[in-house]
């Protein structure tokens, strides 16, 4: 019984999705005498937390209920007053909570002012869900780095692109509607300057953003090569746009960048390029909590190597193409000896119609 309305309640906090970064997921029911008599979710970032709306939309008097919530309550005044108090005045008896809220302002603190207040509390179910979902927040809230998803698309026999460059399309519909709401849940997407020479792409999602803006485009341009009448550069969206460049770029060409409205970031030279990991920690600073990262090959293989990219979404389809100079998904240097492969841990294996995706987490140094 109690995974069954924990079910209900991470459905909920699905829901919020794309419109609460960097906040988390959350989601709360509230269950007396066997009914669900309210369900709330945090719906948008800065706004009440999934506690407050489950109790807002409750159709009955919740003294003596139970309330399912897929995050500990939290104890501290952020923008809103602490939840765990609003339990315990609203009398409820009994909270069941996923997992432990990983925000130092809380770790535990919520569950204590329960339990000190008499009320009865189970921890632990259905946490390795409620973890999941959260993953981007975990990392963020403990590191207050993005958590960085490394994306490709490739034929069966491992190429990006035909001989030519051409790469419209790989994988099939169904596939690329998977990316576009992936596009649609992180903070940014980052991409190589080669990427923007070769694709000219607007970087946008085709789907409505939940904040209304389309997360922040990242482009990683060591030298400033990105051309003036780039898309990312002059089509009208709402959502910013970020160059991450070093001192090898001219500062006149910044210059025209900024006017076009981008922003600038400066990294230190890391091996002649940008610096990865110091751009992450800039993009922090800026409350980016995640970056969808789409190539191309050499900026993959950086990131890969500077041990940014948490997990990898990669996309096969069935489709063969060839070639000696085509290009695939990881490129640069490269590891030169097996024993010395990144190894990637909690595989998921997805079908979206005949093209498979293959999910995992590579480790953090
Ligand atoms: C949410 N929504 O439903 C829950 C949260 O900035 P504040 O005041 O909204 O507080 C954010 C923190 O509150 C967040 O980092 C997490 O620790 C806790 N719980 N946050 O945005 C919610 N339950
Ligand atoms: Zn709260």
Redesign the pocket.
Known sequence: MDEKYMRRALELAKKGAGF?NP??L?G?VIVKEGRIIGEG??QI??S????VNAFRNAIEDVKGATMY?T?E??S?????PP?ANAIVEKGIKKVVVAME???P??SGRGIKILRDNGIEVITGVLEEESRKLNEI?IKY?TTKLPFCILKTAMTLDGKIATRTGDSKWITNEESREYVHNLRQRVAAIMVGVGTIIKDDPMLTTRLEKGNNSDPIRIIVDTRGRTPLDSKVLNIKSNARTIIATTELAEKERLKEYEKKGAEIIITPLKDNKVDLKFLMQELGKRKIDSVLLEGGSELNYSAIEERIVDKVNIFIAPKFIGGNEAKTPIGGIGIPLMKDALLLKNLGLHRFGDDIMIEGYLGQE
């Open positions: 609460t906040n988390p959350v709360a979710y945090h970032y800065g009440h937390h999934a506690e919530v995050l309550p939290c501290h005044f952020g923008k809103t939840c809220d990983p925000n302002e809380v927040f809230i």
